[in-house]
């Protein structure tokens, strides 16, 4: 899909990142851009130059996904997920809960609690949970 000549072109103009199916060409050159990319892997196919642009701002489909215009991606070194549009401020309310969730957990499992009835959580560990976040 792209390669080093692209990826540094994009990330000249701003570009933050590339998702896609396919695979990049000129790996070396495409991390040395430091334009963030997620791709199934790096292959040598023929150059992109013999690529036609068909449009912009219209679906796609990527890793069996559909993706539309104004849709949001958000992706780091596990993958990357699509939310779309009209629910990122319901998904944006729930994930920053689920994030303070986690870090819970995480304290305590590091202060020594076992998991059964953590996580997922019980009532018990709910009450506690719902408690630590009062001031």
Not at 46 to 68: E, I, Y
Not at 113 to 126: F, H, V, W
Request: aromatic share 6%; charged share 20%.
């Amino acid at each position: 899909m792209w390669g080093d000549i692209l990826c540094a072109r994009m990330a000249k103009r701003g570009v933050a990142a590339l998702v896609t199916d396919g695979v990049v060409r000129d790996l070396g050159g495409v991390l040395q851009s430091g334009l963030k990319v997620w791709a199934i892997g790096a292959a040598a196919p023929p150059s992109v130059a013999g690529l036609t642009f068909v449009d912009w701002q219209q679906p796609v489909g990527c890793g069996g996904v559909a993706v539309f215009p104004d849709d949001v991606i958000v992706a780091d070194q596990d993958g990357a997920v699509v939310i779309p549009a009209a629910l990122v401020g319901e998904i944006v309310d729930e994930a920053v809960e689920q994030e303070h969730f986690e870090g819970w957990i995480m304290g305590e499992v590091n202060a020594g609690a076992a998991l059964p009835g953590l996580y997922p959580p019980d009532p018990e560990n709910k009450t506690k949970y719902e408690a630590s976040k009062k001031p």
